[in-house]
C-alpha cells in the first residue's frame, strides 16, 4: 500500500544537539509538507517542497532545516537554535501543490526534549 | 490572507445524538475547505472535501458538511454518533487563487462521545 512513513515515532533531543526527521512517500506525489502540532495550536506550516532540490519557509521555519534531493523523501532537521522544539510533527505530501487537491499524512513523530 | 475558526475546542455528545462541529473561514477568494480527523498520537485522516462541485459534501464514515458561502461556513454533521468517532477534528482551508502555501488549520475540536 502506498503511503507516508515517518521515523522515529519518539525521539529525544538533548540541549545543543541537532536531530533529524525522516518522511518517506510511496505516493509518487510531487509536494511534501512539514507541520509543527502543539496542543490547542492546531497545525501550524515549518516548510514545503514543490520539488525536488526547491523548498520554501512556512510560518514558522526559524529553527528548523529542510532538504529535498529526491522526489520521495523530505528530511526534516530539528537545530539546536529552536529553543522549544518538543511537539509533535506531522509530515504530509500532496500529488502537487494545487489548492483543490488533499493532503495525505504520516503518523507523526513526538519529539521531546531530554 | 486566510483563516479557519473552529467554535469549541471540546464538543461532547450522547451517543446516537447529532454531531455538529462548527468551521468558519475567512478567505479572499473562493476557498477549498477540508475537514480532517486525528485519532490518538496518528496522523490526520481526510473527511471529505469542498472544491465548489457541489454545495453538500458527503465524506467518510457517515460525515458530510455544507459549504455555506453567505455565512463563510462549512459545519460538520453526522446524524448518529458512534463511540468510534471520539477523535479531534480539524476544519482546513486553501486558497483556490493557488496562492496559499500548504493548509491553513483551524485549532481543532476534540469530540467526546458519552455512552
Known amino acids: 500500500d502506498g503511503g507516508i512513513t515517518q521515523s522515529p515515532k519518539y525521539l529525544f533531543r538533548k540541549e545543543g544537539q541537532n536531530v533529524t526527521l525522516s518522511c518517506e512517500q510511496n505516493l509518487n506525489h510531487d509536494a511534501m509538507y512539514w507541520y509543527r502540532q502543539d496542543p490547542g495550536q492546531g497545525l501550524r506550516l515549518i516548510y514545503y517542497?514543490?520539488?525536488?532540490?526547491?523548498?520554501q519557509k512556512g510560518d514558522i521555519a526559524e529553527g528548523y532545516s529542510v532538504s529535498r534531493e529526491k522526489k520521495e523523501s523530505f528530511p526534516l532537521t530539528v537545530t539546536s537554535a529552536q529553543k522549544n522544539p518538543t511537539a509533535f510533527y506531522l509530515c504530509a505530501s500532496s500529488i502537487w501543490r494545487g489548492a483543490n487537491q488533499p493532503q495525505h499524512f504520516g503518523d507523526g513523530t513526538r519529539l521531546s526534549i531530554l | 490572507a486566510q483563516s479557519v475558526t473552529q467554535l469549541g475546542s471540546h464538543v461532547s455528545v450522547s451517543e446516537g445524538a447529532l454531531v455538529l462541529l462548527r468551521c468558519n473561514y475567512s478567505?479572499?477568494?473562493?476557498?477549498?475547505l477540508f475537514w480532517y480527523v486525528q485519532y490518538p498520537n496518528q496522523g490526520l485522516q481526510l473527511l471529505l472535501k469542498?472544491?465548489?462541485?457541489?454545495?453538500l459534501v458527503k465524506g467518510i464514515n457517515g460525515f458530510e458538511a455544507e459549504f455555506k458561502k453567505s455565512e463563510t461556513s462549512f459545519h460538520l454533521t453526522k446524524p448518529s454518533a458512534h463511540m468510534s468517532d471520539a477523535a479531534e477534528y480539524f476544519c482546513?482551508?486553501?486558497?483556490?487563487?493557488?496562492?496559499?502555501?500548504?493548509?491553513?488549520f483551524g485549532k481543532g475540536t476534540h469530540l467526546i462521545i458519552q455512552p
Open positions: 482546513a482551508v486553501s486558497d483556490s487563487g493557488g496562492g496559499a502555501d500548504g493548509l491553513t
Open positions: 517542497s514543490q520539488i525536488v532540490n526547491d523548498f
Open positions: 469542498y472544491t465548489s462541485a457541489a454545495t
Open positions: 478567505s479572499s477568494v473562493p476557498p477549498y
